[in-house]
């Protein structure tokens, strides 16, 4: 079979929402007279962690947002990373707050997460933004999803009415995606670990979406031919080289449109943060 899947180039796209950002963040700052501000919190070292904040710090910093870092050692207390929080709410130069998740064990993630303030929530894991996008009228919306929304937008593809599947139901990706795809106008199944035929749900699907965090979960064979196919997963494979949930290979002849991975969702995800912190910006001025 010969090669026929466009390559959706997140890196490309990401670059556009990314030189819109900065133009904003230059319009905001001559208006405001400070720049736009995104408080960046990491909690121990994971190393994962640490490639991404250093990433969303670099992207801050070519954009004009003005990054806050805060690192703090695993051993922090809950007290003191809920105060640091409750500072940042408080803090008119912060327009944003980021916690790199995941926190160390000790801390309950959801008590952190409720505790930024739903205006400063760029990540939008919020439960107040989770409600408002369930609720058809979104404000701070999850970047991962809104990052596939935008991708799909950007090559101009009509999403309503398609039947779309998410692999995945976690609360940072599978669930904010299904709504973001209902909000489009698609006919959204979600899939995890009770699905009995992932299979058959893959096949009937015009649109998939894959985040997982397994390699190769969705086989080649199971997408329908044309179908549009977004790899949200970053996965390490036994070579060291990054791969995503779909076997790209397999699911490149069959699809008609497929993100690669990595250049695909991974740069749209922090550019999307990048434009909520805008968002976020603008509507608390
Ligand atoms: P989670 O581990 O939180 O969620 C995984 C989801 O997959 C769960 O809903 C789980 O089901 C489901 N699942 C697991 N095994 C199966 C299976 N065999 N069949 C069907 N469903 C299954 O992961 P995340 O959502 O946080 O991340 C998913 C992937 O996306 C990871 O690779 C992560 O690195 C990547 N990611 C990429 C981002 C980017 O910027 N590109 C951003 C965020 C994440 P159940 O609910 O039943 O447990």
Redesign the pocket.
């Known amino acids: 079979m010969s090669r026929t899947a466009t390559l959706l180039d997140g890196k490309a796209v990401a670059a556009k929402v990314r030189g819109e950002v900065k133009t904003r963040a230059a319009a905001f700052t001559t208006k405001h007279g400070r720049a736009p501000g995104l408080a960046v919190v990491q909690v121990g070292s994971d190393p994962a962690s640490s490639v991404y904040v250093r990433n969303k710090r670099k992207a801050c910093d070519e954009t004009g947002i003005r990054s806050f870092a805060h690192d703090l050692p695993s051993t922090v207390g809950r007290a003191e990373l809920l105060g640091l929080v409750a500072k940042l709410n408080a803090d008119d130069a912060v327009d944003g707050i980021l916690m790199q998740l995941p926190l160390p064990a000790g801390l309950d993630a959801n008590e952190i997460m409720d505790a930024i303030d739903p205006r400063k929530d760029v990540d939008g894991f919020h439960p107040h933004n989770t409600g408002l996008l369930a609720q058809k009228r979104p404000r701070l919306r999850p970047?991962?999803p809104y990052?596939v929304i935008r991708l799909a937008a950007e090559y101009g593809m009509k999403l309503r009415g398609l039947r779309a599947t998410v692999?995945?139901?976690?609360?940072?990706?599978?669930r904010p995606m299904a709504l973001e795809l209902l909000l489009a106008g698609c006919t959204v199944t979600v899939?995890?670990?009770?699905?009995r035929d992932?299979a058959a749900e893959v096949e009937r699907a015009e649109l998939v979406v894959a985040?997982?965090?397994?390699p190769g979960?969705v086989r080649g064979e199971w997408i329908r031919p044309g179908a549009a196919v977004f790899d949200?997963?970053?996965?390490r494979s036994d070579s060291g080289k990054l791969v995503g949930?779909v076997d790209f290979e397999a699911a490149l002849p069959r699809a008609g449109a497929i993100t690669p991975v990595p250049g695909?969702?991974?740069p749209?995800?922090?550019a999307m943060l990048l434009s909520n912190t805008l968002d976020a910006a603008e509507a608390r001025a």
């Open positions: 970047c991962t990052g692999v995945g139901a976690s609360n940072i990706v599978g899939c995890h670990t009770g699905t992932l985040a997982v965090g397994r979960m949200v997963g970053i996965n949930d695909g969702i991974g749209m995800t922090i």
